[in-house]
């Protein structure tokens, strides 16, 4: 156990060091970088805010935001977060970097290890003694076994701290003033909490993890709204694993309302705000409808074309009838006249959201993009995929120790979450908007596969080589 955390110490100091080193190669100003454009928006609005303005712009912003009008385009948490640190320490966006390197460089290693120490605990181990020798299909059959328990020192947890560690893109957006890295750690800590609360047992426990889960989901929600549509689907599977283990969802109802009150208390705050501003009901951010509309919109046809390539056209694709309204007032027209694109053209629509596919998992290096970009891309999924995909497929293969004969089985219910979340979250973004950074959360998760997939790998590579050493000693001695 002391070795286990020594190592993880270890990952984690790694991964601070490579996102610091990432903060200050961004440096003190905010530049347009590939894939970054939004921080030039919470730099200049944090500024604002703290200038007494509000959060407004001084000259017409995107996506349709007239010069001195509200906006709740933007995180009013992320902004808030950027205006109190230029408050403190003035308008430095290298201190806000490093601050945001420190803590995701931490809780982002620290959550995956977490998280697969839950779900994968009871993975496979490298090959035993008794084992060695053995052809390479017995290898492979063996190291499929999740019958033993995970005690050697290269587990499945401090393997997803490793590889969540030196993720070429969650390194690069660290030191971006975005709210990607925050959001992606509320997000894992979300999904954390209600794998443990799936454990819980007593009501003492349950209550303290419904509380931790609802500042959880509150933060995650706060920072990106999209992430609304995924509490369902996490409560829905807390509910489901508790009538799986004892019968009756009771004990789940209590944590999983609790925890979804805490989060309405958080977003009740914005939303009397907004009402205040634009004088009608706005939730919380207007992201809805331009997504909707901006993303559906007929001069696509069957293609989406990319932002990269859009060559600022989105705002000649708003009809000049509603340039007048308020930007929460055109979020609400955008987004009746987005799902009317859907309701009368169905056929596109599902052809148009084929197209985004490619686009979502993209992984190859392009012309179109910096060196860097290219780098972070193929350099992070494009180079993990292989073995996230070995990981996504190994729940389903089972086996018994003494038969060796490899299985379909059904994941267990902790893997199946994971399994629900990469699928829900990659659906909501191929059905609206897609961009590559939008895929960062579901590599989050993925990152957790691919560490399974490179335990394997690695265990057949271990247990094929002492087989190897095993032969060519006996073959020595019989000569």
């Known amino acids: 156990m002391r070795t286990r955390r020594l190592d993880l110490l270890i990952v984690i100091c790694l991964s601070v060091l490579l996102r610091i080193a990432a903060a200050v190669y961004l440096g003190n100003h905010v530049d347009a970088l590939p894939g970054t454009a939004d921080q030039l928006s919470y730099h200049t609005l944090a500024l604002r805010v703290l200038g007494g303005h509000g959060f407004s712009f001084s000259e017409d912003w995107w996506p349709a935001t007239a010069a001195g009008e509200p906006t709740a385009h933007w995180s009013y948490l992320y902004t808030l977060y950027l205006a109190a640190v230029y408050g403190l320490f003035g ?5 806000a970097r490093l601050i945001q390197a420190v803590v995701v460089g931490v809780g982002h290693p620290l959550l995956a290890y977490k998280i697969a120490e839950l779900v994968f605990g009871a993975s496979p181990t490298a090959r035993t003694r008794q084992d060695r020798g053995l052809d390479v299909t017995t290898h492979v059959t063996a190291a499929l076994m999740q019958e033993a328990p995970d005690r050697d020192r290269l587990s499945v947890s401090l393997l997803a701290a490793l590889v969540t560690a030196i993720y070429a893109y969650f390194i690069y957006y660290s030191g971006t003033l975005m709210t990607e890295p925050f959001y992606i750690a509320a997000l894992l800590l979300s999904i954390y909490l ?23 989901l509150a933060a995650a929600v706060l920072l990106r709204q999209v992430f ?46 907004n009402y205040s501003r634009f004088d009608r009901f706005l939730l919380l951010n ?24 859009m060559d600022g056209r989105y705002r000649e694709m708003i009809p000049e009838d509603l340039r007048a309204l308020s930007e929460a007032d055109l979020d609400a027209e955008l ?19 084929v197209s985004r596919v490619p686009l979502y998992f993209n992984f190859l290096p392009s012309e179109d993009s910096s060196t860097l970009s290219n780098v972070a891309r193929t350099g992070s999924f494009g180079l993990f995929l ?69 335990h394997l790998v690695l265990h057949w590579a271990l247990g094929l080589t002492s087989g190897l050493n095993d032969s060519r000693e006996g073959m020595l001695k019989n000569a």
């Open 386 to 454: 292989p073995l996230m995909l070995v990981g996504l497929a190994r729940p389903f293969l089972q086996g018994h120790e003494r038969s060796r004969v490899v299985r379909f089985g059904v994941p267990s219910a902790p893997v199946v979450l994971l399994y629900l979340f990469v699928l829900g979250y990659s659906l909501i973004h191929i059905l609206s908007w897609v961009q590559v950074r939008y895929r960062l959360p579901v590599d989050a998760v993925l990152v957790i596969f691919g560490a399974s997939g490179l």
């Open 335 to 353: 987004l009746k006249r987005g799902l009317r694109f859907v309701i009368e053209e169905p056929a596109r629509y599902l052809r148009l959201s």
């Open 91 to 95: 308008p430095h966006p290298l201190v």
């Open 286 to 309: 207007t992201n809805a409808g331009f997504a909707m509309f901006l993303s559906n919109h007929p001069f696509y046809g069957t293609r989406f074309v990319p932002a990269s390539e």
């Open 194 to 216: 209600v794998l443990r609360l799936e454990r819980a047992r007593t009501s003492r426990p349950r209550m303290a993890l419904s509380v931790g889960l609802g500042v959880s």
């Open 228 to 273: 609304l549509l995924m509490i369902p689907l996490l409560l829905l599977w807390l509910l489901a694993a508790a009538r799986r283990a004892s019968g009756s969802i009771r004990p789940a109802v209590g944590p999983a309302v609790g925890s979804l009150c805490i989060c309405a208390l958080a977003i009740l705050p914005a939303t009397i705000f």
